[in-house]
């Protein structure tokens, strides 16, 4: 089975600045995705950013890139320019042979 | 709204009744799932329906029964559930199981259950 492992429960964060967001996953399968999604209070699980394990290039969604580290089964996520609508749960998830697994998530507060 | 919608959204019932929990999709996806979500806890599939038949049960007890009629509705049969039930219960949808669609889902907002 698959896990995903984001080590930082709680995360802070003030306006207009940058917070990287930690995901180890463990997988013996060479071609994957991997997501982040986000949870606000409004408990709508919203997809933030994909990345393909065959692409090299790290995706980016305006404010939102990650750092995608193959042989290391890393994939970070970093908010720039942190803005109040981006409090919320955000959750790495992989996804291989039909199967969605997800991190345990990381609160996200930011601070005005 | 995104597309899937849940009800109810908050749901209280006692360790002997029967209720349901109820999923709505209009975004013409023939994959739909149930996922458990409790705090501190990764979030746990429970069942995924692939064009209305089921694909994956996650070893998940049986009183949690589910019902896919169509690709459009899942259902979520609740009975004789016990206190660590209590959860946020997620309802998913994506293209077919197998296209390459279906590696992004669209969530529902949940139904919160709490058993007494």
């Known amino acids: 089975a698959q896990t995903v492992t984001q080590s930082q429960p709680e995360m802070s964060v003030q306006e207009a600045e940058t917070v990287t967001l930690s995901c180890t996953y463990d997988?013996?399968?060479?071609?994957?995705?991997l997501f982040w999604y986000k949870q606000p209070p409004s408990r709508q699980m919203i997809l933030v950013i994909r990345q393909e394990a065959y692409k090299q290039q790290n995706a980016t969604e305006n404010r939102f890139s990650v750092n995608f580290q193959k042989a290391a089964k890393s994939f970070s996520l970093k908010i720039s320019d942190s803005q109040l609508g981006d409090a919320a749960m955000y959750f790495c998830?992989?996804?291989?042979?039909?199967?969605?697994?997800f991190g345990a998530g990381t609160t996200v507060t930011v601070r005005a | 709204e995104t597309g899937v919608t849940q009800t109810p959204r908050h749901l209280v019932m006692g360790m002997t009744n029967k209720k349901s929990l109820k999923c709505e999709q209009h975004?013409?996806?023939?994959?739909m799932y149930w996922y458990k979500q409790s705090a501190k806890k990764p979030l746990e599939l429970m069942f995924v329906y692939n064009f209305k038949e089921q694909t994956e049960n996650n070893s998940v007890p049986s009183r949690f029964s589910p019902e896919c009629p169509n690709s459009s509705h899942l259902f979520l049969h609740l009975h004789t559930l016990q206190p660590e039930d209590s959860a946020l219960y997620l309802c998913a949808s994506s293209q077919g199981q197998v296209s390459p669609g279906a590696n992004v889902l669209t969530f529902g907002a949940g139904s919160r259950l709490t058993v007494l």
């Open positions: 997988t013996s399968e060479s071609d994957y995705y």
């Open positions: 998830a992989y996804r291989s042979d039909y199967k969605l697994s």
């Open positions: 975004l013409g996806h023939n994959a």
